[in-house]
């Protein structure tokens, strides 16, 4: 069983900065891609960065420029450092991972969710 562990949430004014934390544990062999997203309420489920076992990275556009996605693979930890922050970045933000056991199978794990509000 894969755990997420989600932390950095809250509240920020406008222009401000926030980072996110996402730690998994369990007996895991392989973390293949490690993601943000963010859902509000009425809205789907939308990609906000990820990051793969390569280091190498996709953002939404809303958030180029603006948010950086980090990996600890050690730590298995995936880390959302978010500047220069808008009203409209406020959201539940959902870790995601892809994991593999050893096997060819591949399966996917979501944190709990973090709020992020931003407001003055």
């Known amino acids: 069983q894969v755990q997420l562990v989600e932390s950095g949430g809250g509240l920020v004014q406008p222009g401000g900065s926030l980072g996110l934390s996402c730690a998994a544990s369990?007996?895991?062999?392989?973390?293949?891609?490690m993601a943000w997203y963010r859902q509000t309420p009425g809205k789907q489920r939308e990609l906000v960065a990820a990051?793969?076992?390569?280091?190498?990275?996709n953002y939404a556009d809303s958030v180029k420029g603006r948010f950086t996605i980090s990996r600890d693979n050690v730590k298995k930890t995936v880390y959302l450092q978010m500047n220069s922050l808008k009203p409209e970045d406020t959201s539940v933000y959902y870790c995601?991972?892809?994991?593999?056991?050893?096997?060819?199978?591949?399966?996917?794990?979501w944190g709990q969710g973090t709020q992020v509000t931003v407001s003055s």
């Open positions: 990051v793969t076992s390569g280091g190498r990275t």
């Open positions: 995601n991972v892809v994991v593999g056991f050893g096997t060819p199978s591949r399966f996917e794990y």
């Open positions: 369990g007996t895991i062999f392989s973390i293949y891609s």
